[in-house]
């Protein structure tokens, strides 16, 4: 049974930072495309960040291009989203998917999914 667990979500102050960590139990991980994507209350599900198998190419939402970076480390099933320079709109639950082969900006393509992490940013 594949898992996908969310941490490292938190209360922080407008241009704070924060690293969500999403650990997998997904058998061959390598093969599989990353991504995250947030809800905010009374908001649709949208995109975030989504990384390839090999970890290059990355691909961003343009609100967090430039202050968001999506890693992850095929040696230990993890993903990670670094988050500087958060403004109070990145306030929303954040949700950690996999989808075997390529990278999708659609949350649909995403077979496995976490329970969320919940990100508040104060002003």
């Known amino acids: 049974q594949v898992q996908l667990v969310e941490s490292g979500g938190g209360l922080v102050q407008a241009g704070g930072s924060l690293r969500l960590s999403c650990a997998t139990s997904?058998?061959?991980?390598?093969?599989?495309?990353m991504g995250w994507f947030r809800q905010a209350p009374g908001k649709e599900r949208e995109f975030v960040a989504t990384?390839?198998?090999?970890?290059?190419?990355?691909y961003y939402a343009d609100s967090v291009k430039g202050r968001f970076t999506i890693s992850r480390d095929n040696a230990n099933n993890m993903m990670y989203l670094q988050m500087n320079s958060l403004k109070p709109e990145d306030t929303a639950v954040y949700y950690c998917?996999?989808?075997?082969?390529?990278?999708?900006?659609?949350?649909?393509?995403?077979?496995?999914w976490g329970q969320g992490t919940q990100v508040t940013v104060s002003s």
């Open positions: 998917a996999a989808r075997y082969g390529s990278p999708s900006i659609v949350g649909p393509d995403y077979a496995y």
């Open positions: 990384i390839r198998r090999s970890a290059e190419p990355t």
């Open positions: 997904i058998f061959s991980f390598s093969n599989f495309a």
